[in-house]
Structure formats: structure tokens, C-alpha cells
T-cell receptor, first 113, second 111 residues
Framework: DGGITQSPKYLFRKEGQNVTLSCEQNLNHDAMYWYRQDPGQGLRLIYYSQIVNDFQKGDIAEGYSVSREKKESFPLTVTSAQKNPTAFYLC????????????FGQGTRLTVV | QQQVKQSPQSLIVQKGGISIINCAYENTAFDYFPWYQQFPGKGPALLIAIRPDVSEKKEGRFTISFNKSAKQFSLHIMDSQPGDSATYFCAASPNNNDMRFGAGTRLTVKP
């Protein structure tokens, strides 16, 4: 079954801790994206990567970091510098060659406790 | 500043009615305009998409109307059903790079 998998589904973080959200895809897609979803604000782009070992900041990259060491994987680290990290995080991937739809994972809900 | 502006924020329609959601953009480099449907606790899924070389695209009960000169596009859901109740997002991207989303419209279809 091809798809994009995010883990964990729920994550709790203490103040001052870094946490890493996992995103794995077996669709052989080149491009991968991280979005943050807050009520009433839609999906805001955090980071994206169009090729291995390369990534670009989106609109709200401050307090986040990413890596793209493998085509299949695009983990997102929420650092302690992110002042308001409680949100729903969505990972997506796109096949650049065909310019078709973005496939989304099921999301990770992060809560700061 | 949102690159894609979506309205209304919420919409209530009776079963069998027409749901209309509007979006506007500024960046003329955008050339791909998809609509996504999201159910609670799930990731968005592509519903229908259009490129600016056509003014309308229809798939079943869902139609996108596109006005390139006005930089606006809209989603029409004909014969709306309770199962259509979800949040809808418009989006835009230049050649599928760094896709930007609207703020979303929560649609409720009353039986």
C-alpha cells in the first residue's frame, strides 16, 4: 500500500523540550512539505523540500527545523524556540514529474503541557 | 499575509442546495488551483483541481469556476449532501511548488 505516514498521531511536549515529528512516504515522490493547521487559519507552510539534502523555509519556519537525508523521509523538529507549538501538523508529498495532487498524511496533534 | 484568500469562513446549506466557496489570489505565477476536502482528525484529500487554461472543470457534483483576469476561482457543490459536511480548502501553487492554502471553509449540510 503506497502512502504517506505520520507518527505519532498524538504528541505531548513539556515546555522547553524539542520534539521530532516523523513523516515517511513510499510513493517515490520528490517533493515533501510540512504544514501547520490552526483553527480559522488554514494550512500554513513551515518548510518544504524538492530534493534530497535540500529544503526551503516556508512562511512560518521560525522555531522549526527539518532534514531530508533520504527521499522517503522528511522529519520536522519543533524546537523550544517555537513559542506556541500546540497545533495540528500535516506532512504532504507531491510527484514533481507529473505535477499531480499533494498527498497528505493523517497528521500529528502536538500539545504543550 | 495570506497569499490565497478564501470565503466564507463557514457555510450552512440545506440538503439538495448549492454550496459555493470563493477564493482569490494575487500571485500571477500561480498556475495550479486545487480544492481539498478535510474531515475532522484527518489529512486533506484532493477533491478537484484546475489549471488556468480552462475556465471551468466539472467532476460529478463538484465544479470549479476560474476567472483568470479577476484572479478568482470558486467551488460549487451541486445537490449538497450531509456527507459533504467537511472543511474545504482552496490552494494555489506555481507549478506545484510551495503550495499555499486558503483559511478554509467549514461546510455544514443540514438534512
Amino acid at each position: 500500500d503506497g502512502g504517506i505516514t505520520q507518527s505519532p498521531k498524538y504528541l505531548f511536549r513539556k515546555e522547553g523540550q524539542n520534539v521530532t515529528l516523523s513523516c515517511e512516504q513510499n510513493l517515490n515522490h520528490d517533493a515533501m512539505y510540512w504544514y501547520r493547521q490552526d483553527p480559522g487559519q488554514g494550512l500554513r507552510l513551515i518548510y518544504y523540500s524538492q530534493i534530497v539534502n535540500d529544503f526551503q523555509k516556508g512562511d512560518i519556519a521560525e522555531g522549526y527545523s527539518v532534514s531530508r537525508e533520504k527521499k522517503e523521509s522528511f522529519p520536522l523538529t519543533v524546537t523550544s524556540a517555537q513559542k506556541n507549538p500546540t497545533a495540528f501538523y500535516l506532512c504532504a508529498s507531491i510527484a514533481k514529474q507529473t505535477n499531480t495532487e499533494a498527498f497528505f498524511g493523517q497528521g500529528t496533534r502536538l500539545t504543550v503541557v | 499575509q495570506q497569499q490565497v484568500k478564501q470565503s466564507p469562513q463557514s457555510l450552512i446549506v440545506q440538503k439538495g442546495g448549492i454550496s459555493i466557496i470563493n477564493c482569490a489570489y494575487e500571485n500571477t505565477a500561480f498556475d495550479y488551483f486545487p480544492w481539498y476536502q478535510q474531515f475532522p482528525g484527518k489529512g486533506p484529500a484532493l477533491l478537484i483541481a484546475i489549471r488556468p487554461d480552462v475556465s471551468e472543470k466539472k467532476e460529478g457534483r463538484f465544479t470549479i469556476s476560474f476567472n483568470k483576469s479577476a484572479k478568482q476561482f470558486s467551488l460549487h457543490i451541486m445537490d449538497s449532501q450531509p456527507g459533504d459536511s467537511a472543511t474545504y480548502f482552496c490552494a494555489a501553487s506555481p507549478n506545484n511548488n510551495d503550495m499555499r492554502f486558503g483559511a478554509g471553509t467549514r461546510l455544514t449540510v443540514k438534512p
